[in-house]
């Protein structure tokens, strides 16, 4: 096989799997509720299609004796998270806050079933990659995307949750800051009214008597303490802010609150495992990996009524496929507006008003970070760190550790074992993962037009990848 023939397979497979993505964006136009329909289709794909998708290739094609080829694949799922990860954090400093977890959100977690699958099934010409090395790569990315699935709910959306709870506190001491200055006035004010109504609490002692016209001053005891007043109380009371302990009731013999303990961290991380672990996709690939590697459980679902079963299945889950990749394009279309241009500012110089509102001049040293994050916008800026992470780096040295790991022959002898392996780790971000943005309502619009520009990206980074992916493994088995 030539390039040119090679060249031509690849960007006809790409093309096809984008095809899917572009119809969806088209037909996008022609929803009345773009919405709901997205959520729906979306419900549809994740909790009844793909787990039938998963369930129906899983269940029959893991067992015992290859076991030593699949468990690889869950393996290598580890190593782009958490280069993902880690590259992520290394330069979310070249962004402003509100796009840094989107960042480490991006980077980190990858599409590991549909995109890459996809990719697989239209793949079409290669002589050493028939129907056989096929199903066997379809078997080794469902293994892939369990790990990825579990990675994006377990990690990643705890990480949005963080920030997001971040945000909104910062949101509410700003708000409690302004409210505070409105008041300052007005109660101070109110003290200046009764400026010689001084009082001795709890320590000391009056210093100077009411005069006419004023409010009366209780008296000081023979220790030199009184009581406040009715006025001094009231200077006092201060309105109940969001930030205040909820009042609950107290043990009468340590003062111990009695009311419901707070989740700790720990509690909190186990509950997110336990709700990705439960979550319909990665259930159902759980429980086909039990059937498949239980001879009783799979003996049944090798007998007549188990085969109409799982034939039933995989025919509604074949439908998984075209219409996630749909959902794709009507993700990336959903939200896409157009962003609005930053106000121009020299870099250079910075303008802050004294006390007199007047304007001043700061002038402020440049550094690397700063002229990083005033060359673009910070929607572009985050855009293109989020490409070339997720896009260039993370394969790159992927491919690196997968090569030498295949040089000392710990890798399986097989190369649609291989090549569904360099796909998977060349795969653009999670789409499920702008629903996490959008279920918490944080920066949705900002994520869903970084998602729209990346796939597009992917469109040649994929071809790229392919083409130098199937040379590759040609040279090692044929």
């Not at 653009?428 to 520009?453: D, G, K, W």
């Not at 130098?468 to 040609?474: A, S």
Request: proline fraction near 6%; charged fraction near 15%.
């Amino acid at each position: 096989m030539n390039y040119f023939s090679l060249g031509f397979i690849t960007a006809t497979t790409v093309g096809k799997v984008m095809l899917c993505a572009v119809a969806g964006m088209f037909i996008s136009k022609y929803f009345l509720e773009k919405e709901k329909s997205e959520k729906g289709l979306t419900y549809i794909t994740t909790k009844i299609l793909l787990p039938c998708l998963l369930f129906s290739n899983l269940c029959l094609s893991v067992e015992w004796s290859s076991v030593s080829l699949y468990y690889w694949a869950p393996l290598i799922a580890l190593l782009p998270v958490a280069l993902g990860v880690v590259l992520s954090f290394l330069a979310k400093p070249l962004l402003p806050k509100e796009y840094q977890a989107l960042l480490m959100l991006a980077g980190g977690f990858q599409n590991g079933l549909t995109f890459p699958l996809s990719i697989v099934l239209n793949l079409k010409g290669v002589s050493w990659f028939g129907a056989a090395e096929s199903t066997r790569a379809q078997s080794y990315m469902f293994l892939y995307n369990i790990v990825c699935a579990i990675a994006l709910f377990a990690v990643g959306e705890p990480v949005i949750i963080y920030y997001r709870n971040k945000e909104l506190e910062e949101e509410r001491l700003l708000q409690e800051a302004v409210a505070n200055r409105d008041t300052a006035g007005a109660r101070e004010d109110a003290i200046a009214r009764h400026v010689n109504d001084s009082f001795a609490y709890p320590y000391e002692s009056p210093t100077s008597r009411r005069e006419a016209g004023e409010a009366p001053v209780v008296e000081a005891g023979p220790d030199g303490k009184r009581a406040a007043s009715t006025v001094e109380q009231m200077r006092w009371y201060r309105p109940a802010q969001a930030s205040d302990a909820p009042i609950r009731a107290l043990n009468a013999d340590d003062g111990t609150v009695t009311g419901p303990p707070a989740e700790s961290s720990v509690h909190r991380w186990a509950r997110m495992v336990k709700g990705a672990l439960v979550s319909p996709p990665v259930f159902a690939s759980l429980v086909a990996l039990c059937i498949s590697l239980t001879p009783p459980l799979r003996w049944l679902a090798e007998s007549f009524c188990g085969q109409i079963l799982v034939g039933g299945l995989s025919l509604v889950g074949g439908g998984a496929i075209p219409v996630q990749l749909l959902v794709l394009g009507l993700t990336v279309m959903s939200k896409r507006q157009v962003a609005p241009a930053p106000p121009p500012a020299d870099a250079a110089t910075a303008a802050a008003e004294d006390a007199d509102g007047e304007v001043v001049v700061v002038k402020t040293k440049r550094t690397l970070l700063q002229k990083a994050q005033n060359s673009m916008p910070p929607q572009a800026l985050f855009t293109f760190v989020a490409i070339v992470i997720r896009l260039l780096m993370v394969p790159s040295v992927c491919f690196i550790v997968i090569h030498l790991l295949n040089r000392a022959g710990l890798l399986p002898n097989d190369s649609s074992f291989l090549l569904s392996m360099l796909l998977e780790t060349a795969s653009p971000s999670a789409i499920n993962s702008s629903l996490i943005c959008a279920i918490h309502s944080f920066h949705t619009q900002e994520y869903t037009r970084m998602i729209f520009v990346m796939y597009m990206t992917a469109v040649v980074t994929t071809t790229i990848w392919l083409f130098f992916d199937i040379l590759y493994v040609q040279s090692y088995y044929q």
